[in-house]
């Protein structure tokens, strides 16, 4: 499993569960470029909005977060997609 620091799991954690978000929405905007770089998430040029990938939600629900795995916070949210994942 790729290593994330603070930033780029903070940000990953909000791109998952609240869907896309502005630049100044995110925890972190140096953690949203080097998920960019590492395939976790992209940029709508159109909207400007920051969005998860594919491969940055499974790398979301495979990771150990305090209270469980990602599938496991996603579960107890119990929301409606958004459409977040491009």
């Not at 930033?7 to 949203?32: C, I, W």
């Amino acid at each position: 499993m790729i290593n994330l620091n603070g930033g780029e799991l903070d940000t990953l954690y909000q791109l998952a569960l609240n869907g896309p978000l502005e630049s100044g929405d995110m925890p972190s905007k140096s953690g949203f470029i080097e998920l960019c770089n590492k395939g976790f998430a992209t940029r709508d040029l159109n909207t400007w909005l920051g969005h998860i990938t594919p491969e940055g939600m499974a790398y979301f629900k495979e990771y150990e977060w305090a209270k469980g795995k990602g599938e496991q916070i996603l579960l107890l949210k119990q929301f409606h997609s958004i459409g977040g994942v491009q």
